[in-house]
């Protein structure tokens, strides 16, 4: 058995793969994404925070975090 992780499978035939570079995201860092995102953050009305006020639910346990 191989340490190594996929050493096993066969390389999938490129034009099963698609055309040479369509799977190419554009960017030069692994995990680039498309280089038409827009540079810095979300917009205003994308509000992605967590806020860990209260419970929402009235029967919902109140539950202290693992943190410190």
Do not use: F, I
Not at 9 to 28: A, V
């Amino acid at each position: 058995m191989s340490e190594t992780p996929g050493e096993h499978l066969e390389e999938e035939p490129q034009e099963e793969r698609g055309p040479e570079g369509s799977r190419d995201t554009g960017s030069d860092e692994p995990s680039g994404g498309p280089v038409d995102r827009p540079a810095g953050t979300s917009d205003d009305e994308s509000d992605t925070s967590v806020k860990p006020d209260s419970a929402e639910h009235p029967d919902s346990p109140d539950l202290q975090s693992g943190g410190g």
